[in-house]
């Protein structure tokens, strides 16, 4: 495995916001920035928490930092990294990733729901959700600092669904645009880690107390140990995939034997035979 570069990880790192966002101080104060609102108090609903949907053959996620304030209210914010300082999507260019992030916000906010509903209770019990999404790239391509959405009446744009879910993401390369400068001082300090205010200035210091941590650099090498085998088992299973779709046209074409087709494509003869 390679050798990790402990100093090098900073507070965009995936993991490492995770960590440092455990901070319930700087975690409360983010929000009260992002959404211009005034909280007495989070909770973490498990950091790191898997949701499954209830149909079994569905996707499961893994919420960064996934949080409700005394109102109710559940937010679940995540750092959106793409290239090689990613830990998420390294394999990924951005043009990939910001493709994918509306339907990933879509079913995030669909198990968040479904997560907050419980068996026997009715749906006017959902409460209000966010997904907040901090981006070191611009999602959108029209260079605001800030993309807020709601769902809105396409023949009246005053009008709002009220379905009480929202989904923000910043765009941290619109940093100067920002009109509130504590938000600007933050998405600055996630794209340069520069800390100018006192806030960064804190979520800085946190970084590297986390960063130095001996037990937390335990957990990540084991964490990145395990991306790694998620990984190549995903790759593994692309390639028996890849596999099976040419072992089967093979055999459509009826031109090869089994045992031929088996020794093609590296694939078993059983397999084969079964096709």
């Known amino acids: 495995m390679k050798t990790i570069d402990w100093d090098s990880l900073t507070f965009a790192n995936n993991y490492v916001f995770q960590e440092v966002l455990k901070n319930k101080k700087l975690c409360k104060y983010l929000i009260e920035r992002i959404l211009h609102i005034q909280i007495k108090d989070i909770r973490y609903l498990i950091a790191e928490r898997h949701i499954n ?16 304030n005394q ?30 992030l509306p339907l990933r916000t879509r079913y995030y906010q669909s ?20 997904v907040i999404f901090i981006c070191t790239f611009d999602p ?5 600092p800030m993309y807020h959405f709601t769902y809105r009446c396409k023949e009246d744009n005053t009008l ?7 989904n923000i993401y910043l765009n941290a390369r619109a940093a100067d645009k920002a009109k509130d400068t504590a938000l600007a001082d933050f998405l600055c300090y996630v794209i340069s880690g520069k800390a100018g205010s006192e806030f960064t200035q804190a979520i800085d210091a946190e970084t590297k107390r986390v960063t130095n941590d001996e037990d937390w650099r335990e957990r990540y090498v084991t964490w990145e140990m395990d991306l790694k085998i998620i990984q190549e088992d995903a790759e593994k299973k692309g390639e ?10 093979l055999k459509e074409k009826g031109k090869l034997s089994d045992s031929e087709i088996a020794e093609v494509t590296a694939l078993p003869l059983c397999e084969v035979a079964a096709l």
């Open 140 to 144: 959108f391509g029209k260079g605001l």
């Open 111 to 130: 198990l968040i729901s479904m997560d907050m509903l419980k068996q026997g209770m009715k749906y006017r019990e959902l409460r209000k959700s966010y």
């Open 240 to 249: 028996k995939k890849k596999a099976l779709a040419i072992a089967k046209s």
């Open 53 to 68: 949907s209830a149909r079994i053959s569905s996707k499961s996620i893994r919420l960064d930092v996934y949080v409700e």
């Open 71 to 100: 109102e109710g209210t559940v937010l679940d914010i995540e750092m959106q990294v793409t290239g090689d300082n990613s830990t998420v999507y390294s394999d990924k260019d951005e043009t990939t990733v910001i493709k994918g």
């Open 160 to 166: 709002e669904m009220g379905d009480l879910t929202e």
